[in-house]
Nanobody, 113 residues
């Protein structure tokens, strides 16, 4: 089946930047996305991107985050700028085709004040 491998998480100061990467293997997929989750809260959408490059963002990250993909390498990125403490979460990569979903293991992003 599809396997997703994430990297790029870490600890940054407020106002700093990070870039997350997710490599997908095992299938050609139509869409990919990034989600995040904090303890005792549900996982929430951050951004999605289709294979043609159409993007969608959560209101909370518009203007600060950018999702992109390299179709040749089958990698999706999440560039995170102007990070805030409220962005602290475990970030998960998702690959999906209609109702079929595949998830990465998650990578921790911590933003200190």
């Amino acid at each position: 089946q599809v396997q997703l491998v994430e990297s790029g998480g870490g600890l940054v100061q407020a106002g700093g930047s990070l870039r997350l990467s997710c490599t997908a293997s095992g299938s050609t997929l139509l869409h990919m996305g990034w989600y995040r989750q904090v303890p005792e809260k549900q996982r929430e959408l951050v951004a999605t991107i289709s294979r043609t490059g159409s993007t969608n963002y959560a209101d909370s990250v518009k203007g600060r985050f950018a999702i992109s993909r390299d179709n040749g390498k089958n990698i999706v990125y999440l560039q995170m700028n102007s990070l805030k403490p409220e962005d602290t979460a475990v970030y998960y990569c998702k690959a999906y085709i209609l109702a079929t979903e595949f998830w990465g293991q998650g990578t921790q992003v911590t933003v200190s004040s």
